[in-house]
């Protein structure tokens, strides 16, 4: 009998062990739902693009109803759904469809303006990639960093609201081997020194983009969006996607992103390209319609061009012709690439009298060259601002206002250049550099005297905004 029982108490308790074992398991399967509805609203891939005030996934609401939402009064009427990207996806009444990148996200310095930083071409060139690949460890190993050509300048850029730099070059990835001059293959490590460095918008439509092809800019395509935490402008997926809207949102305030190229190496004018969809050439109709669809609906309008005679400093024929015609649409600020040397910065006058700040070369800001002209560059810095609405454009002081009413001022330029005394090369500005520091720089053989030099290529581009060095 007392065998009996113990064998029974023995029962009972392996029942209760049961118990509390299945009890666990449903305790364990829950945390990780949990985990994993929490990880797909915060993933690298959607960071703060929705905010818990936003529309839940795949819900579609109209943008009034949305609990909490301070989004631009531009968007009033429109219809939103947060989308498996974590983007906010919406049309207006008007049937503009738009995307929101960083809903309800606050600026980094006031509350009462977004600040922006623009720099020039990153480049997957022979040089910078054998640089890279030291970086990264053993040289020949096949893994490469771009991270540590900002070491220096990676915190000043990180302390601005909108961050801009323009991907030269694409990423088709090893099995294509990597190149550079004269059709260029760059390894992702250049897509993950723009998310490293935060930068949140990206150009890549230049006249390398198709240098292997559409599918190699497709998947490069794919490389900044799983590597960075931006917006790419000027090379899109689909006509869908180039038909839509693409916009940051900072402080309420909506800003659209365009990006065009003059052509590019393999299909010569925008007529021959594979479609108009991977890569937005220079046509003034398509331009005119996309620029004022996107003022539609955004608060400002930023426009890329990939323009000029490479190696000069001097803006030619088309630059003018297209930065009047760009101020003619009163777009509010517009960054130029593909000069590879500085070129100014200047106001343009638009048929209504109103001014534009025209960024005409950024010139290269990470290439890993050797020749000093092509290695000064800069950052172009400045602030948006609405807190005066009868603001009007104001050249003597810095003030210009686009069509939506926005006030950009405080335009600076910080001349910068890739500097080495025989160890690392990275980005250095002017300004943080004495004339012995300045002499010291391995990577301009080519110039007897920087210090000379430098502040002579500098006065002689005739900015007409505050040069900081």
């Known amino acids: 009998m007392a065998q009996r029982a113990s064998i029974e108490g023995q029962r009972r308790g392996d029942n209760r062990l049961v118990a509390v074992v299945a009890i666990c398991a449903v305790l364990v399967v829950a945390l990780a739902v949990a985990f994993v509805l929490f990880a797909r609203n915060a993933s690298p891939g959607a960071q703060s693009h929705a905010s818990s005030d936003t529309a839940e996934l795949g819900q579609v609401v109209p943008l009034d109803m949305v609990s909490g939402s301070s989004a631009s009064s531009k968007l009033a009427g429109a219809t939103e759904v947060v989308g498996e990207d974590g983007l906010i996806h919406g049309e207006t009444p008007n049937g503009v469809r738009y995307t929101v990148f960083g809903r309800d996200e606050q600026g980094l310095a006031s509350e009462d303006k977004v600040t922006i930083v623009a720099v020039g071409d990153q480049i997957g060139s022979d040089s910078s990639m054998a640089l890279a690949d030291a970086y990264a460890g053993s040289r020949g190993d096949g893994t490469y960093d771009y991270t540590p050509f900002y070491q220096e300048v990676a915190s000043f850029?990180?302390?601005?609201?909108?961050?801009?730099?323009?991907?030269?070059?694409?990423?088709?990835?090893?099995?294509?081997?990597?190149?550079?001059?004269?059709?260029?293959?760059?390894?992702?490590?250049?897509?993950?020194?723009?998310?490293?460095?935060?930068?949140?918008?990206?150009?890549?439509?230049?006249?390398?983009?198709?240098?292997?092809?559409?599918?190699?800019?497709?998947?490069?395509?794919?490389?900044?969006?799983?590597?960075?935490?931006?917006?790419?402008?000027?090379?899109?997926?689909?006509?869908?996607?180039?038909?839509?809207?693409?916009?940051?949102?900072?402080?309420?305030?909506?800003?659209?992103?365009?990006?065009?190229t003059y052509g590019d190496n393999t299909s010569g004018t925008v007529e021959n390209f594979p479609n108009q969809h991977i890569l937005c050439g220079f046509d003034k109709e398509a331009i005119s319609s996309e620029v004022k669809r996107a003022q539609e609906v955004a608060d400002a309008v930023i426009v890329c061009m990939h323009w000029g005679s490479e190696y000069t400093t001097e803006p030619n024929d088309q630059q003018w012709d297209y930065a009047r015609f760009l101020a003619d649409l009163n777009v509010d600020l517009v960054l130029g690439t593909h000069s590879h040397s500085m070129q100014p910065t200047k106001y343009v006058t638009g048929e209504a009298g109103n001014a534009v700040p025209v960024v005409f070369g950024l010139s290269d800001f990470v290439s890993g060259w050797t020749l000093t002209d092509t290695i000064l560059s800069g950052l172009l810095t400045g602030d948006f601002s609405w807190d005066d609405p009868d603001a009007v454009d104001d050249v003597a002081k810095g003030i210009t206002v686009g069509e939506g009413g926005m006030m950009l001022s405080n335009l600076k330029w910080y001349p910068s250049i890739e500097w080495s005394d025989g160890g690392q090369t990275y980005v250095r500005m002017l300004k943080d550099m004495d004339q012995a520091t300045v002499n010291a720089n391995t990577r301009t053989e080519d110039v007897l005297n920087d210090w000379e030099h430098l502040r002579d290529m500098v006065n002689g581009c005739n900015f007409d905004i505050e040069v900081v060095m």
Request: charged fraction near 20%; charge should be negative; aromatic fraction near 10%.
């Open 157 to 260: 850029i990180k302390q601005h609201d909108l961050r801009y730099i323009n991907q030269e070059t694409c990423m088709g990835g090893p099995e294509l081997g990597y190149h550079g001059y004269p059709t260029f293959n760059s390894p992702d490590a250049c897509a993950d020194a723009i998310g490293n460095v935060d930068f949140n918008m990206v150009s890549f439509c230049t006249n390398h983009t198709l240098d292997y092809g559409v599918d190699a800019a497709l998947r490069s395509l794919d490389v900044l969006k799983q590597r960075t935490n931006s917006i790419v402008a000027g090379s899109y997926c689909t006509q869908e996607d180039r038909d839509t809207v693409h916009m940051i949102e900072r402080n309420e305030k909506t800003f659209a992103f365009l990006a065009y």
